[in-house]
Antibody
Framework: QVQLQESGPGLVKPSQTLSLTCTVS??????????WSWIRQPAGKGLEWIGR???????NYNPSLKSRVTISVDTSKNQFSLKLSSVTAADTAVYYC???????????????????WGQGTTVTVSS | EIVLTQSPGTLSLSPGERATLSCRAS???????LAWYQQKPGQAPRLLIY???SRATGIPDRFSGSGSGTDFTLTISRLEPEDFAVYYC????????FGQGTKLEIK
């Protein structure tokens, strides 16, 4: 059974770069039908999609965060990572990683949703 | 970017009642790309529905999804105590988006 686990500093200073890693266990990150996402949730608020990375290495980002976000994958470690630069207090949130299932080929894709989630990690931006 | 608007913001019902949650998209979404999630306090979201109407593994059949185009609905036929939570719709696209959520609370 695939499990995801987020890790990284719980406290980041303003203007610095937030760095988180999601470790995939119980399965390969390179399986062809999957891609991998980061989502965040400020306390008491809704879910915000940050971005995703496909097994090919291609990425897509939330337009509102695109200038500050980088998502990468390390297949040798079965991990993918998030970097968010120039953080402010508005970036304080619980950060989740998730697995997505997408099958088919352009333009006939079928999306099976985010079926596996990490437990989430709280990141606070404060001096 | 497609904006998903969920209504109502809060829904107050009693166990045994039927719940109907709405998700409206700012432009047409393929039914193949629409999912629903349940989130309880302190927990990660859980996938309920994908492809607008297909239940995820282990999801009870009291949960059902429907809709197409810009209007989608999540229905819980008879509420159980464990169903009171926050529900989100989500669409896959060039940029994924979530709705703002509907809180289902006990009346």
């Amino acid at each position: 059974q695939v499990q995801l686990q987020e890790s990284g500093p719980g406290l980041v200073k303003p203007s610095q770069t937030l760095s988180l890693t999601c470790t995939v266990s119980g399965g390969s990150i390179s399986s062809g039908s999957y891609y991998w996402s980061w989502i965040r949730q400020p306390a008491g608020k809704g879910l915000e999609w940050i971005g995703r990375i496909y097994t090919s290495g291609s990425t897509n980002y939330n337009p509102s965060l695109k200038s500050r976000v980088t998502i990468s994958v390390d297949t040798s470690k079965n991990q993918f990572s998030l970097k968010l630069s120039s953080v402010t207090a508005a970036d304080t949130a619980v950060y989740y990683c998730a697995r997505n299932i997408l099958t088919g080929y352009s333009p006939f894709y079928y999306y099976y949703g985010m079926d596996v989630w990490g437990q989430g990690t709280t990141v606070t931006v404060s001096s | 970017e497609i904006v998903l608007t969920q209504s109502p913001g809060t829904l107050s019902l009693s166990p045994g009642e039927r719940a109907t949650l709405s998700c409206r998209a700012s432009q047409s979404v393929s039914s193949s790309y629409l999912a629903w999630y349940q989130q309880k306090p302190g927990q990660a979201p859980r996938l309920l529905i994908y492809g607008a109407s297909s239940r995820a593994t282990g999801i009870p059949d009291r949960f059902s999804g429907s809709g197409s185009g810009t209007d989608f609905t999540l229905t819980i036929s008879r509420l159980e105590p464990e169903d009171f939570a926050v529900y989100y719709c989500q669409q896959y696209g060039s940029s994924d988006t979530f709705g703002q959520g509907t809180k289902l609370e006990i009346k």
